[in-house]
């Protein structure tokens, strides 16, 4: 696994526009099946020292999901070891952040929907798939508490969603009712 992080760019940081303030973003560059990828973030955690300071600052305003966390970068070099798993196939990705692994099942030809229930979060994620010229994708706002799935999947992607167990049993339900038949959770 490589990461490249490229905090310090020769221009200004880019900036995340929101209703509660800016978030300046920085870029980590991730080489995953053959390809690096340019992915924005608001902050990288990439170590056990990385997240500890994350986790640690009571100061800390940035939502989960505009960090680029290891379980994504993992997941998305599990997706791109499984290329011809995912080739044509429906993705749904939940909880994606920054969208990392569903940019990689996109760019493997698979049709993936990407949901969040942070505004914030899937706007970042959207732009990570322009960044990356990744087309196709469609975006959804969803609470996991309040959504049901209108489509079957054959694959239901998730990283870092298992953390609370509030959430497992809507993670469940959509899981039940979210896969086509023959479908997988990874």
Excluded at 10 to 31: I, K, M, N, Q, S
Excluded at 38 to 53: C, P, T
Excluded at 98 to 126: F, K, M, N
Aim: charged share 20%; net charge negative.
């Amino acid at each position: 696994m490589s990461q490249d992080r490229a905090d310090a760019p020769a221009g200004p940081r880019p900036v995340l526009r929101t209703t509660a303030g800016d978030v300046p973003l920085a870029e980590c560059r991730v080489a995953v099946g053959g390809r690096t990828w340019s992915v924005l973030h608001a902050a990288a955690v990439l170590s056990r020292d990385d997240e500890d300071r994350f986790l640690a600052d009571p100061a800390n305003p940035l939502p989960y999901g505009a960090v680029l966390w290891p379980a994504g970068v993992a997941l998305a070099h599990e997706i791109a070891t499984r290329a011809a798993e995912f080739a044509g196939r429906t993705v749904l990705e939940l909880g994606a952040g920054t969208g990392l692994p569903g940019i990689v099942a996109a760019s493997l030809e698979a049709a993936v929907v990407q949901t969040d229930r942070q505004e914030l979060a899937l706007h970042l994620c959207q732009s990570n798939g322009a960044r990356n010229k990744i087309v196709g994708i469609r975006y959804h706002l969803a609470d996991w508490s309040a959504w049901a799935p209108d489509e079957t999947f054959d694959w239901v992607l998730g990283s870092d969603v298992l953390y609370s167990d509030t959430f497992h049993p809507h993670l469940r339900r959509i899981f039940e009712t979210a896969l086509a038949p023959g479908g997988r959770v990874l």
